[in-house]
């Protein structure tokens, strides 16, 4: 059984479009983030919920837009699409900051 | 500024060689310490967590521990199947719920 799961695994788009990528976890935890990862792996905090509840939002560009329709989805919407916007984007669910990350969604604009 | 800094970036290592990894950080009054594998094309797995100085905490071939500044991951006569990229990761002192995860050790061992 998936843990944490993406979709799409893949996307490729070109510049100005909008996007979305969908995450579920099954295992019942009450936390879930969204990293993005770069060419260089860091891997970096974007936006976290604990019950639906936004409870960290970095500084991300407010064409990112994340949507929690329930504690164990957590969705991410993108507006017009930059070039550097391309990397993978992590979500992750945890227990007691634990954190089990999803299989990633590789973006690539063009 | 960096929080965490990880070295070195790749290590190379023959099947048995043991070796260790390396994790500093910056933050000040730490909360909690955590490491991570990622092997290609997946997402981080979790490993440890690691809270006082001088815990430690092991599995299998891996053991890490933690100091006031800095954390290790010892791998112990790996195989090539510990090939991966390793993180580390902390939680920043002012939100429990926010993590700097560094840059990450590559490890390649070679049969």
């Known amino acids: 059984d998936t843990a944490v799961s993406q979709t799409p695994k893949y996307l490729v788009t070109q510049m100005g479009n909008d996007k979305s990528i969908k995450c579920e976890q099954n295992l019942g935890h009450d936390t879930m983030y969204w990293y993005k990862q770069d060419s260089k792996k860091f891997l970096k905090i974007m936006f976290s919920y604990n019950n639906k509840e936004l409870i960290i939002n970095e500084t991300v560009p407010n064409r990112f837009s994340p949507k929690s329709p329930d504690k164990a989805h957590l969705n991410l919407h993108i507006n017009s699409l930059e070039l550097g916007d391309s990397a993978v984007y992590f979500c992750a669910s945890s227990r007691a900051y634990e954190q089990y990350f999803g299989p990633g969604t590789r973006l690539t604009v063009t | 500024e960096d929080q965490v800094t990880q070295s070195p970036e790749a290590l190379r290592l023959q099947e048995g060689e043991s070796s260790s990894l390396n994790c500093s950080y910056t933050v000040s009054g730490l909360r909690g310490l955590f490491w991570y594998r990622q092997d290609p094309g997946k997402g981080p797995e979790f490993l440890f967590t690691l809270y006082s100085a001088g815990e430690e905490k092991e599995k299998e071939r891996l053991k890490a521990t933690l100091t006031k500044k800095e954390s290790f991951l010892h791998i112990t006569a790996p195989k090539p199947e510990d090939s991966a990229t390793y993180l580390c990761?902390?939680?920043?002192?002012?939100?429990?719920?926010?993590?700097?995860f560094g840059s990450g050790t590559k490890l390649n061992v070679k049969p």
């Open positions: 990761a902390v939680q920043a002192p002012d939100n429990f719920n926010k993590f700097y």
